[in-house]
């Protein structure tokens, strides 16, 4: 069930990747990843804990090696080559406590090439325009767990990546916090940089991502748009109508429910309005008609099946509880 990637989309590539595939101590982690995540876009990982996307992204990354496949990034097959190129925030958060803000971005950006002073003074620009001007000298045993997860976030970008590859970067922020974090994300897609992203939050792909691999198992059974996983399954039609009985009856598409004074269907592919018309000319007295257009969770539903989407509800419910 494997989708074109982007219809008609002649962007470069920033990741490529071919029948990926890790196998640990006999379980196959990941099983035949393909991806194509053009230049520029915010592209998301989304599926359940378990479900191979920490793999999947450090194959990309070249922290590991896959068993099988091939990938490409920026058209290199070896990511150490462009590291340099890349910005990389892992699952497991972690600066040294003892170092100060600046010094700990300064330090990341050390890591993949920047000069040491200017990863210095561009730390203290980073995080002056960050609302954290305040913390600049402070140790990072100092700071709340958003804020040394936004310091983070500021060393994984300080040498001004062309891709960026944040491994849940949601977890762990409230609600503000991860306001912040999308409007990062977005300043750094329109500024031409890709963004990468695992989640195991349907909405924050939804809301975020322009593609998405849907991933369960190891396997991928969906990685393209997002607009096009929603658009698999027809938008539903609500109709109320005045009269219970008519003609206009017959319009309607055999599959549809009626509750009450409702109707619910499947919108026709033909669309809407020739059903509409045989309704108005029978007098069908319209109340009220709404087209609701399928989400990703339904479109998640669709592909990855019931199981795997209670499966992800409940790592959300386990990490809010936490
Ligand atoms: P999570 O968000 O929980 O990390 P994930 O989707 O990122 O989930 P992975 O971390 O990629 O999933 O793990 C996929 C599978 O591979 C899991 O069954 C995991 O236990 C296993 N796995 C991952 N890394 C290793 C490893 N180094 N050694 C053995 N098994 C591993």
Same mark, same amino acid.
């Given at each position: 069930?494997?989708?074109?990637?982007? #219809?008609?989309? !002649?962007?470069?590539?920033?990741?490529?990747?071919?029948?990926?595939?890790?196998?640990?101590?006999?379980?196959?982690?990941?099983? =035949?990843?393909?991806?194509?995540?053009?230049?520029?876009?915010?592209?998301?990982?989304?599926?359940?804990?378990?479900?191979?996307?920490t793999?999947?992204?450090? %194959?990309?990354?070249?922290?590991i090696?896959?068993?099988? =496949?091939?990938?490409?990034?920026?058209?290199?097959?070896?990511?150490?080559?462009?590291?340099?190129?890349?910005?990389?925030?892992?699952?497991?958060?972690?600066?040294?406590?003892?170092?100060?803000?600046?010094?700990?971005?300064?330090?990341?950006?050390?890591?993949?090439?920047?000069?040491?002073?200017?990863?210095?003074?561009?730390? /203290?620009?980073?995080? $002056?325009?960050?609302?954290?001007?305040?913390?600049?000298?402070?140790?990072?045993?100092?700071?709340?767990?958003?804020?040394?997860?936004?310091?983070?976030?500021?060393?994984?970008?300080?040498?001004?990546?062309?891709?960026?590859?944040?491994?849940?970067?949601?977890?762990?922020?409230?609600?503000?916090?991860?306001?912040?974090? $999308?409007? %990062?994300?977005? #300043?750094?897609?329109?500024?031409? !940089?890709?963004?990468?992203?695992?989640?195991h939050v349907?909405?924050?792909?939804?809301?975020?991502?322009?593609?998405?691999?849907?991933?369960?198992?190891?396997?991928?059974?969906?990685?393209?748009?997002?607009?096009?996983?929603?658009?698999?399954?027809?938008?539903q039609?609500?109709?109320?109508? /005045? $009269?219970? $009985?008519?003609?206009?009856?017959?319009?309607?598409?055999?599959?549809?429910?009626?509750?009450? #004074?409702?109707?619910?269907?499947?919108?026709?592919?033909?669309?809407?309005?020739?059903?509409?018309?045989?309704?108005?000319? =029978?007098?069908?007295?319209?109340?009220?008609?709404?087209?609701? /257009?399928?989400?990703?969770?339904?479109?998640?539903?669709?592909?990855?099946?019931?199981?795997?989407?209670?499966?992800?509800?409940?790592?959300?419910?386990a990490?809010?509880?936490?």
């Open positions: 069930m494997k989708q074109p990637e982007m #219809d008609s989309d !002649t962007r470069p590539l920033a990741i490529e990747a071919h029948g990926l595939v890790k196998r640990f101590d006999g379980t196959t982690a990941v099983d =035949g990843v393909d991806l194509a995540v053009p230049e520029g876009a915010i592209y998301g990982i989304l599926g359940p804990n378990g479900a191979g996307k793999t999947t992204l450090r %194959m990309i990354l070249g922290i090696d896959p068993d099988e =496949g091939v990938r490409k990034i920026f058209g290199h097959e070896r990511p150490h080559d462009i590291a340099k190129m890349i910005g990389y925030l892992p699952e497991e958060r972690g600066l040294y406590p003892s170092m100060k803000c600046d010094d700990a971005i300064a330090f990341m950006g050390a890591l993949r090439g920047l000069p040491k002073a200017e990863g210095k003074k561009r730390g /203290r620009e980073l995080l $002056e325009a960050h609302g954290l001007g305040h913390a600049i000298e402070k140790q990072i045993r100092q700071l709340s767990k958003g804020m040394a997860q936004t310091v983070q976030l500021l060393g994984t970008l300080v040498h001004q990546p062309k891709l960026v590859i944040l491994d849940e970067p949601f977890s762990g922020l409230d609600a503000i916090n991860q306001g912040k974090l $999308e409007t %990062m994300i977005r #300043d750094l897609a329109a500024g031409g !940089t890709t963004v990468i992203f695992s989640t349907i909405h924050h792909a939804e809301r975020l991502c322009e593609g998405v691999a849907i991933i369960a198992g190891g396997k991928v059974p969906y990685a393209g748009s997002v607009e096009a996983a929603r658009d698999r399954i027809p938008a039609v609500r109709l109320e109508t /005045r $009269e219970r $009985e008519g003609q206009w009856l017959g319009a309607l598409p055999a599959d549809h429910r009626r509750e009450g #004074d409702f109707f619910y269907f499947p919108l026709p592919e033909t669309g809407i309005e020739p059903m509409l018309r045989a309704l108005i000319e =029978g007098n069908a007295g319209i109340q009220s008609l709404s087209i609701e /257009r399928a989400g990703l969770h339904d479109a998640f539903v669709d592909i990855a099946g019931a199981a795997a989407a209670r499966a992800l509800e409940e790592d959300n419910a990490e809010i509880g936490a």
